[in-house]
């Protein structure tokens, strides 16, 4: 069975192909655009690609074609894309404005070119279906709760597959039987003593810390909307509410203005006032810049808040996880992040550290009670196995 996963963004086109069987997947092939300003081009050019590859003779070769969907009004999971969980979805475009608009034209623009290919969403709230009531709750009346202004939680295909290889690699095949059926059973498969307790750090362009306890999420630093949590590339983070309505009036900002800056001037970008590329702040951080310097503090301070409070909920932690493109390849504020928790049991090893780079790998002490490790992201896979599962559940969309 073969299934097409599409990230879509804002004006890129990536994708992976998976051959899928029997609870397995095999990738067969994967690539890209960048700058795309044709949609319906750019699908063409990746089925031409995959046509010339030889993995497919045509579009009814797929079994189907898998979408790590952001948000939609009332609906999680994995999902058929039906014109309703569309519309869905435009419901929420406020809320994830470099997310959900991509999506949707990609997902009418996939629906029109293979009209016979089942269209699967795994959103990325998903993972966070089972947190205790209490992480999902802002203190709001509860009119604006019923109206869905609480916190759902994101990247979660990315924590998901932490939770799963994480297990695998401290020797867990229990927990990690446990996060792989957790869309099928809720986390209802039994685990043994004691419970394995995993902070995940998925920090890149847009960055989350989740706690994991036997491979079922606690809570996620995204809140309502993937704007929330730690300062992201150019989208600002925590910010308290009522900075809102003051910049509103005292900045003499209109709310569209407001809007915009906290999620294209903000974050990494708007401290720094370099670049929203961690590797251009770090640059000029090490150049003397001192608001590089500051950015770089705030972003290492804030994941160690979240790390702090997962700690604490977990009552102890066994691992700490770093995965996405500045968790996978930034030694320097993995160190940063990770500095000071011997007494919380977590001693990194330095130069396992300066080593593991964009591949999996340990970077505790040897002897460390907690360990640490880089864990690549993997969020097509996971994608890949749910839309999988969908198709043999019998839940074909039509
Ligand atoms: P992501 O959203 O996961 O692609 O992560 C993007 C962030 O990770 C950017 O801030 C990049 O600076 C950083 N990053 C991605 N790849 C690398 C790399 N190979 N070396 C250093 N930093 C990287």
Avoid at 56 to 81: H, M, N, P, Q
Avoid at 96 to 120: C, D, E, K, Q
Avoid at 324 to 334: C, K, T, V, Y
Wanted: charged share 25%; with cysteine.
């Amino acid at each position: 069975m073969k299934i097409l996963v599409a990230n879509l963004g804002s004006t890129s086109l990536k994708w992976r192909l998976f051959d899928a069987a029997g609870g397995s997947e095999r990738l067969l092939h994967k690539g890209g655009f960048e700058r795309v300003t044709d949609y319906p081009r750019a699908i063409d050019d990746c089925l031409a690609q995959l046509r010339e590859a030889g993995h497919i003779r045509s579009e009814a070769d797929l079994a189907a074609v898998g979408f790590k969907t952001v948000i939609a009004r009332g609906v999680s999971g994995c999902v058929a894309l039906d014109e309703a969980v569309v519309r869905a979805m435009e419901d929420y475009s406020a809320l994830a404005p470099a997310h959900n608009p991509a999506y949707i034209t990609g997902v009418r623009l996939f629906a029109a070119r293979m009209p016979s290919v089942p269209l699967v969403g795994l959103f990325e709230t998903a993972f966070y279906q089972w947190i205790p009531e209490a992480a999902q709750r802002y203190a709001v009346p509860e009119s604006w709760h019923a109206a869905g202004i609480r916190r759902w939680g994101f990247h979660g295909a990315s924590h998901k597959f932490v939770a799963e290889r994480s297990a695998e690699l401290l020797g867990r095949e229990d927990v990690a039987e446990r996060a792989r059926r957790l869309y099928v059973d809720g986390g209802a498969s039994p685990v043994r003593d004691p419970a394995l307790r995993v902070i995940s750090l998925h920090l890149g362009g847009s960055s989350s810390i989740t706690g994991i306890r036997n491979g079922v999420a606690i809570g996620n630093s995204l809140g309502m909307s993937p704007q929330s949590g730690l300062p992201h590339n150019n989208r600002v983070g925590d910010l308290d509410s009522f900075a809102v309505p003051y910049a509103v009036r005292a900045l003499g900002l209109s709310i569209d203005e407001v809007e915009r800056q906290l999620c294209k001037e903000s974050g990494l970008k708007g401290v720094s006032g370099v670049s929203n590329d961690i590797r251009d702040i770090d640059a000029a951080a090490i150049s003397g810049n001192a608001a590089a310097a500051r950015a770089l503090d705030l972003f290492v301070h804030e994941a160690r808040r979240w790390i702090g409070a997962y700690l604490v909920e977990l009552g102890g932690l066994d691992a700490l996880v770093f995965t996405a493109g500045i968790g996978e390849n930034r030694a320097e504020l993995r160190s940063r992040i990770a500095a000071g928790l011997e007494g919380f049991g977590l001693k990194l090893d330095a130069a396992r550290n300066d080593t593991v780079r964009g591949a999996e790998g340990e970077i505790s002490a040897a002897g460390s009670p907690v360990k640490a490790w880089v864990i690549p992201a993997n969020e097509e896979l996971v994608v890949a196995r749910e839309v999988q599962r969908f198709l043999q559940s019998g839940r074909r969309p039509g």
